[in-house]
């Protein structure tokens, strides 16, 4: 392979990666999206590593693994300074019956919560007398606990309603005396100034299987009595029922979920002001980024940071890199410039991207000269 085919090889392939990594790529930041579509400048998901054999992950706050010190986590419901009478045995966390709810000491709120649960194998009671235990996300939402493997009872107290508000759509569950597993992502309800801007959802996994899928919470549900919308604390304990039956707990950890849009968080659609003052803040990110770079690097650096947000420095300077970079393509001789091919064809891409999102005038002397050498070198037709 000649020399020169290497040098354009490399070229173009630094193109194709710049256009898959880089900015001017998809879609441009709007009014309530402040990354453009496939966004590197989006920070990449941090890493968890995933539990093994049943374990909780690296990044979960375990409430219970088995240890008969974890019974310090946990205090009586009724009087929270006191101890629970709730034992652990054989690595498991069991309901004394008569004893009281036990909660968490830890507080918290918007989580993705694992739990395993298991009724007694030996079969007693029936309908809401059987197996009851219930957990309660932030003291206030039940999700039922009851063995229903060969027990009818009314479908809002079913496993893993969300009692009194709505019944699961299967029952999922193994034998009396097996462990089920639930898996859970709450949300509590948001009030602003006495409004609800933002209901609170539950979705469940029985045992793997979804049972509640991104159920509207009305308050926190309850007995006999329709519950209706009401504020919640920031956060609260996850508290574990008494029903007088002695349910056995394992396995127990929850993870923190991000802040939702609606309340200053930068998952999903944002508002207008905050998606104004993430993407001032990306701008920043990238025009600092920029300052440590140099060449065709740097300057596209500060035209991309214009995407987020204008800077009449950085489009200054952007600008007149741009002239610069095609002040050297038209001085590059004939028998040099195939050598330019993936550069100019970069640039290009990036005025037209530019271009097309009104970032700068459609007829900006750049893009216009550098469509003219593109044009009379042929690089826009396919070889
Ligand atoms: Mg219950």
């Not at 008569?98 to 000491?105: C, D, P």
């Not at 933002?198 to 309850?222: A, K, M, S, W």
């Not at 329709?226 to 349910?247: A, M, T, Y």
């Not at 950085?314 to 550069?343: C, H, N, V, Y």
Request: charged share 25%.
């Amino acid at each position: 392979m000649k020399r020169s085919t290497i040098h354009v090889l490399a070229a173009l392939s630094t193109f194709t990666a710049a256009h898959a990594e880089g900015g001017f790529y998809g879609d441009a930041p709007d009014a309530t999206h402040p990354w453009a579509i496939h966004d590197m400048n989006r920070p990449q998901p941090p890493r968890v590593e995933p539990g093994k054999n049943g374990a909780a992950p690296s990044d979960a706050i375990v409430l219970f693994s088995g240890k008969a010190e974890e019974i310090e986590k946990w205090q009586s419901d009724k009087q929270p300074a006191e101890p629970t009478k709730w034992e652990v045995k054989d690595g498991v966390l069991q309901c004394v019956p008569g004893s009281g709810y036990i909660r968490s000491k830890e507080e918290f709120a918007d989580c993705q919560l694992h739990i395993e649960w298991s009724a007694p194998s030996k079969v007693e009671g029936n309908s809401q007398g059987r197996g009851n235990s219930g957990v309660f996300l932030m003291g206030q939402v039940e999700v039922q606990v009851l063995d229903n493997y060969n027990n009818p009872t009314y479908p809002d107290g079913f496993a893993s309603s969300i009692y009194g508000i709505n019944p699961p759509m299967a029952n999922a569950l193994n034998a009396p005396g097996e462990w089920q597993s639930y898996d859970i992502i709450f949300r509590r309800p948001i009030f602003k100034d006495g409004q609800e801007i933002d209901p609170g959802y539950i979705t469940v996994f029985v045992n793997g299987v979804c049972t509640q899928d991104h159920t509207r919470l009305e308050g926190g549900g309850g007995h006999m009595r329709r519950s209706s919308p009401r504020p919640f604390p920031e956060k609260g304990p996850l508290k574990l029922q008494d029903h007088g039956n002695p349910v056995r707990y394992r396995n127990i950890w929850y993870r923190p979920l991000p802040k939702r849009a609606i309340e200053g968080g930068d998952t999903s659609l944002m508002s207008e002001a905050a998606t104004a003052a993430k993407r001032a803040e990306i701008a920043k990110g990238i025009r600092e980024d920029a300052a440590k770079l140099t060449g065709n690097a740097k300057m596209y650096r500060l035209l991309e940071s214009l995407c987020y947000a204008d800077d009449s420095a950085a489009r200054e300077a952007g600008i007149k890199m741009a002239a610069a970079f095609i002040q050297t393509l038209q001085d590059t001789p004939a028998d040099k410039i195939e050598s330019k091919k993936g550069e100019a064809l970069q640039f290009q891409k990036a005025m037209n991207y530019l271009a097309k999102f009104k970032i700068l005038p459609d007829d900006f002397p750049a893009k216009q000269q550098v469509g003219e050498i593109v044009k009379k070198n042929e690089w826009d037709k396919k070889k």
